[in-house]
């Protein structure tokens, strides 16, 4: 494993003797300041810095950090790139971010589902792809083989549609890079979305909330129906 160390904030990782990896926390310069911090699949820690610099640290095998290569840190390593919000699912090891200069959605990391918006095939994707043709968006969700965004009053969501994740009313095993419109219903003005395991939900500031994809287990809040349609979550009668 190389460890880069370049200047910055350091959180310097312990040697664990049962798998010779690094996730025992030792004293180094402390982060200070965080303002999101971000892990999912695989050992990456990545956190937005007061400055809204992200920085990451573990595994960057599937370029997880975004920076252009595949080389591991085992100290944070401040990136230079700046966001106002990042997304990641604990079973993804796909990262997305609103970038702070223009609110642009770009994605990077394994695409094998097109889940970090690269048309052209490439997996992983080791730089961010920008989604520019969404325009500025304000909330950005990924669960584990797509990525949805809310750009004006519209959710897009794209990569893995297997199970309906793409909110169309389709069930599609090809791989789906290029955003999509979600069907969810009109007349409401849509505030934040939240992802799970192959599934997506999105609230509305009438507090309404539409969910879509996988649901099993009941997560849709639907009775355990899965939906390719956004269906709106239901509380149990009292």
Request: include cysteine; charged fraction near 10%.
């Amino acid at each position: 494993m190389r460890d880069r160390g370049r200047g910055g904030a350091r959180l310097l990782l312990g040697n664990d003797p049962f798998t010779g990896g690094f996730s025992i926390p030792a004293a180094s310069n402390d982060v200070t300041g965080a303002l999101q911090v971000l892990v999912g699949a695989q050992n990456t820690l990545c956190v937005i810095a007061s400055t809204h610099e992200i920085a990451c640290q573990g595994d960057n095998s599937m370029g997880e950090y975004g920076d252009g290569t595949t080389t591991n840190a085992t100290m944070l390593q401040p990136l230079g790139r700046l966001y106002t919000k990042l997304a990641r699912s604990p079973g993804s090891a796909h990262s997305c971010g609103i970038a702070m200069s223009d609110q642009h959605v770009e994605c990077w990391g394994p695409n094998g589902r097109g889940q970090a918006g690269d048309a052209s095939g490439v997996n992983p994707v080791l730089s961010p792809v920008a989604q520019a043709q969404l325009g500025a968006c304000s909330d950005v969700a990924v669960s584990s083989a797509n990525s949805c965004a809310l750009c004006g009053n519209t959710v897009y969501c794209w990569g893995d549609n297997t199970r309906g994740q793409l909110g169309t009313g389709t069930i599609t095993t090809d791989k789906q890079p290029t955003p999509t419109p979600v069907a969810l219903p009109s007349g409401e003005t849509w505030m934040e979305l939240g992802a799970g395991s192959s599934f997506t939900c999105a609230r509305a500031a009438s507090g309404h909330v539409f969910c879509w994809g996988r649901g099993s287990h009941g997560g849709l809040g639907n009775g355990g129906i899965p939906a390719n349609l956004p269906s709106l979550v239901r509380a149990s009668p009292m």
